[in-house]
Each structure stands twice: as structure tokens, then as C-alpha cells.
């Protein structure tokens, strides 16, 4: 997942050279990389999940946590400003598709497979 600022974009040539990340944080089950151009505006923040493809995510309602639902079956929050991970639930089975925020930003609902 590649997280940048919009606001800030300029359309780039084809033959630019290959954006290089510098490990920003790590944690048990996740990384996340930053490339940092010559203004802050320009960076751009790579997540990365150590244990299955992101098969969705949801900004909270106040925009300060990340909800994110992988195949391997955990909903994982972060903390979208200091990129920790606050929580962590596994599923009882399979791997979770969908994830939504309820308008008041206290529940998290997640769908997914199941041996229904």
C-alpha cells in the first residue's frame, strides 16, 4: 500500500529513474518505508505486510488510525500519524476481505471468508 499527499503531485516522466525506500519502522508483522523527495510534500510511505497481500483498509472517522484487513486473517490498527500498530485481532477462520468504521469511529466491522 502507497500512501502520498495529492495535493502535492506533478505528473512524472516515463523514463524517470526507480524510487528508492529507506526502511522508516518495523514491526513484528508489518515494515513501512519512506522515500523522502526534496521537499517533505513530495514523500511518499510504502506499508508492507510481512504475512499475506492487504485486501483492504479504512481510515477511521477523525483520520488518526488505519484499519487493515489481510489475507492472512488479522485486522490490524495503526496509529496513521506515529505508524504503530495499536491492535491486533486474528480471525477464527480464513482470511478477512472487508473492513468498515462505524460513523462514530468505535467499532471496527470486518467481513471474511468463513466455513459457512
Known amino acids: ?21 529507506t526502511l522508516s519502522k518495523q514491526g513484528d508483522s508489518y515494515n513501512i518505508f519512506v522515500h523522502r523527495g526534496k521537499s517533505r510534500t513530495k514523500e511518499i510511505v510504502k506499508w508492507e505486510l510481512k504475512c499475506g497481500q492487504i485486501n483492504e483498509f479504512s481510515f477511521s472517522p ?17 496509529d496513521f500519524t506515529s505508524e504503530d500498530l495499536v491492535s491486533a485481532m486474528r480471525s477464527y477462520f480464513g482470511g478477512l476481505l472487508c473492513v468498515c468504521w462505524s460513523p462514530d469511529g468505535r467499532y471496527i466491522v470486518t467481513g471474511g471468508e468463513d466455513d459457512l
Open 1 to 21: 500500500m502507497y500512501i502520498f499527499n495529492t495535493t502535492h503531485c506533478t505528473k512524472t516522466p516515463i523514463n524517470e529513474p526507480v524510487i528508492a525506500f
Open 62 to 78: 477523525d483520520t488518526k488510525h488505519l484499519a487493515v484487513v489481510s489475507q492472512d486473517g488479522f485486522l490490524r490498527v495503526f
